[in-house]
């Protein structure tokens, strides 16, 4: 026991060094690094089939310039593409893309969503789906367009330099996944070692194993409050309020209670040996509550939240391999730091506690 208290111990020495020089690493990068190019707005969003049309494109970090061999299409739900026929570059983030559209449309569909795809060689190539609507005044008969809609847009370019993805609605919020999720991965280590200490309580009775659990859980309630406050931010920004009552923020918010009803049971309890056994069954419930409340019920209902009711959580484009180069050492950074928060609140309780008998 003595030798694992003592590799514990380095653990946890080097590890906090470790850990925040990790979170030192992902504040800087996550804030730093920018964005993709990406496309902002788009205007008018409504075209008709059988005239020339010119939308107005607002970039987001975009360098248009003349004579750079833009090029610009709209794709359509049968997966065929519709080249512009011109397009004038107004400064490096404006640009008016004139796009003839043929009378009928080769497919059924009286009103059609279309893709708009721009391709730069200094940008690559930016996407935004839905960026209009096509309509046609009545349903056309089959007919052939060859040399009209293609069936590919052709080689794209691709952005090298290092920037994370241009999401739309996100936009410069998706640097809060480095900060959010991080927070939220932490605490749920931190549960996980609270309930394991309490469950070895128990089985031992030996107070050190109650000190781990009430340092561990007093850590991860902290790493909870910061996780939905910086939800609560993200939300303001992307669904227009900081609490909408979303499935997931509400459930968050009763697995926090029930946490906190941990030390109230706690401070309820004169008796040390009733203390440290009720409490240690308390925190065995509170963590079996904590699976529902934040993994599965919320996947059960609708929700705004990405990853629940069939809203698909950040991947692909979102997480992609410029952001996991941030992501993952945020997580192994807030993962050390609580480990070693937590270490000194245990031995402040310890102290107190070794003050107490004396």
Not at 32 to 47: R, S
Not at 189 to 204: A, D, G, N, Q
Not at 258 to 269: K, M
Request: aromatic content about 12%.
């Amino acid at each position: 026991m003595a030798n694992i208290s003592n590799t514990w111990a380095k653990f946890i020495s080097i590890g906090k060094y470790i850990g925040a020089g990790l979170i030192v690493y992902s504040l800087i990068s996550g804030l730093l690094v920018p964005l993709k190019p990406g496309i902002l707005a788009v205007e008018p969003v409504t075209l008709d089939a059988g005239k020339q049309s010119v939308i107005h494109v607002t970039g987001y970090n975009t360098h248009f310039e003349e004579g750079k061999e833009l090029s610009a299409f709209l794709k359509f739900n049968d997966g065929t593409f519709l080249e512009s026929a011109n397009n004038l570059v107004r400064s490096g983030k404006k640009m008016d893309i004139a796009f003839h559209i043929p009378y009928p449309l080769p497919f059924p569909d009286r009103v059609s969503d279309a893709v708009l795809v721009v391709n730069s060689p200094e940008d690559g190539t930016m996407i935004k789906p839905a960026a209009v609507t096509v309509r046609q005044a009545v349903l056309p008969v089959a007919t052939e367009m060859d040399g009209v809609f293609l069936k590919d847009a052709g080689k794209l370019h691709v952005h090298d330099a290092w920037s994370f993805p241009y999401r739309g609605i996100l936009e410069e919020t998706i640097r809060n996944i480095f900060y959010h999720v991080p927070l939220w991965i932490a605490m749920v280590v931190l549960f996980v070692l609270s309930v394991v200490s309490s469950l070895y309580f128990l089985k031992t009775k030996q107070e050190k194993y109650d000190e781990i659990a009430v340092a561990t859980t007093s850590i991860g309630i902290l790493l909870g409050i910061l996780g939905l406050a910086t939800g609560a931010v993200w939300a303001k920004n992307t669904w227009g309020q900081y609490w909408s009552g979303d499935i997931k923020q509400s459930m968050t918010a009763i697995a926090l209670l029930i946490y906190f009803a941990y030390f109230i049971l706690r401070s309820s309890l004169e008796d040390d040996v009733k203390k440290y056994s009720l409490s240690a069954v308390y925190n065995i419930f509170a963590f079996v509550a904590l699976i529902p409340l934040i993994f599965v019920i919320p996947r059960l209902t609708d929700s705004l939240h990405p990853g629940n009711g069939g809203n698909p959580a950040l991947g692909g484009e979102d997480l992609d391999n410029s952001m996991r180069l941030v992501f993952y050492p945020a997580c192994i950074g807030w993962i050390l730091l609580s480990l070693w928060m937590s270490d000194i609140l245990r031995r402040i309780i310890r102290l107190e506690r070794s003050t107490q008998n004396d």
